[in-house]
């Protein structure tokens, strides 16, 4: 039987991964059904592989419209959702909050509402198509993954090997993390109170192919390559745990699959680096593989004012999801960096697409 995912922010950095993934298999019987908004962070063009595939069905819509998604549950009555779309660069929410309170608050309280009005009347076989034992069996395998942020803990000190875990107190610090931690407990609520079948994972910062050029690893090539400072914020000793996107697209999948309703799973990588070290690493890959007469790319990294509130380090443990689910990251992080850095010299195109209308 068709297996339906609807995907929201399935032209984002880590949905159109997802979007991706699920529809890699061309023999696999799936229908995704992509619902985006196509703020300045979303791409069609981040869908190429998947353009022409009848089984992707693409629809502009904003997470906030209620009617337009209760039409799109009526119509292609997925078999769960995947729960993506977000305003999700932490400087934006500094400079423009009210954006990030809009769709991570009201746009995720949105989504769990008609989630749940279709999920409640799945229960009652949903008219013509299905009879009571087949809607019955469709609502126990039902989920609802809400992607969430290692951002939601708050920080972590650099004198510590500690990491975050799915048993971590909430300590949000920026508007951005704020308006993440918030759609966690409305997710958890809807779970809690109404019995909807919701799962939250929390992952690492992300990287790989197709990630917007306002992002510290895509910024810095798109810097080096056209010979402008590369900033990096305070001293750049800001330590992250890099997540592929690619496994994090896995663990997604995962979690849909085999995950529990009302648990949460963390999604770390185990691959720490100080925000400097990274910067250098890419500008050392570049210097193998596209060198610049003027000499090394590591000349143009530039320190800049902090960030206001920047936190000095995020980690997550995800012995969880490797015990209980099986998970474990694949990418190696030296590799998948350089694979990295491959892809975005040979997809200029795609990055003057993303940016020529940037607001
Ligand atoms: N990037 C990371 O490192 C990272 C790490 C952990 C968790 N996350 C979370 O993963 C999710 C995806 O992150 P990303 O990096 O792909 O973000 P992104 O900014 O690249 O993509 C977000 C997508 O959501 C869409 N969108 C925004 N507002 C919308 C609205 N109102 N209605 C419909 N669509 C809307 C955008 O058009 C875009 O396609 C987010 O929830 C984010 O908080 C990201």
Redo the contacts with the bound molecule.
């Keep these: 039987m068709t297996r339906t995912w609807l995907v929201?922010?399935?032209?984002?950095?880590?949905?159109?991964?997802l979007v991706r993934r699920l529809l890699g298999d061309p023999t696999h019987d799936v229908r995704v059904v992509n619902?985006?908004?196509?703020?300045?962070?979303?791409?069609l063009a981040s869908l190429g592989p998947v353009a022409d595939d009848p089984r992707h069905h693409f629809h502009r819509?904003?997470?906030?419209?209620a009617p337009a998604l209760a039409e799109l549950f009526a119509r292609y009555r997925p078999d769960g959702v995947f729960?993506?779309?977000?305003?999700?660069?932490v400087d934006r929410s500094i400079d423009a909050p009210a954006?990030f309170i809009?769709?991570?608050l009201v746009?995720t309280f949105t989504v769990l509402q008609e989630v749940r009005r279709y999920f409640d009347a799945l229960g009652d076989a949903l008219g013509d198509t299905f009879d009571a034992a087949g809607a019955a069996a469709r609502r126990d395998a039902f989920r609802v993954v809400h992607?969430?942020?290692?951002?939601v803990f708050g920080a972590l000190t650099l004198d510590t090997d500690a990491r975050f875990d799915e048993a971590s107190p909430y300590r949000p610090s920026s508007p951005?993390s704020a308006s993440?931690a918030g759609a966690d407990h409305l997710a958890r609520a809807w779970h809690h109170t109404f019995g909807l079948p919701v799962i939250v994972t929390?992952?690492?910062?992300?990287?790989g192919p197709y990630?917007?050029p306002d992002?510290l690893i895509p910024l810095t090539l798109q810097r080096a390559l056209a010979a402008q400072p590369i900033p990096v914020y305070g001293d750049g000793l800001h330590v992250r745990d890099w997540?592929h996107?690619d496994d994090?697209a896995r663990a997604l999948t995962r979690v849909m699959t085999h995950g529990r309703p009302g648990e949460t799973y963390a999604i770390g990588a185990g691959q720490e680096h100080a925000n400097l070290t990274l910067v250098h690493q890419i500008c050392a890959i570049l210097d193998d593989l596209r060198p610049d007469p003027a000499g090394p790319y590591a000349r143009l990294v530039t320190h800049v004012a902090d960030r206001p509130g920047h936190d000095r380090r995020y980690a997550l443990d995800p012995s969880k999801l490797q015990r209980d689910l099986g998970w474990a990251p694949e990418v190696d992080f030296a590799a998948g960096l350089e694979a990295t850095v491959r892809w975005f010299l040979a997809n200029a195109d795609w990055v003057r697409t993303v940016t020529k209308d940037r607001p």
């Design positions: 929201t922010g399935g032209a984002g950095f880590i949905g159109s991964a619902v985006d908004k196509l703020t300045y962070a979303g791409h819509v904003d997470i906030c419209d729960h993506l779309a977000a305003e999700s660069h954006a809009q769709t991570n746009g992607v969430s942020t290692d951002e951005y993440k929390s992952s690492t910062n992300n990287y990630h917007l992002k997540l996107v994090h």
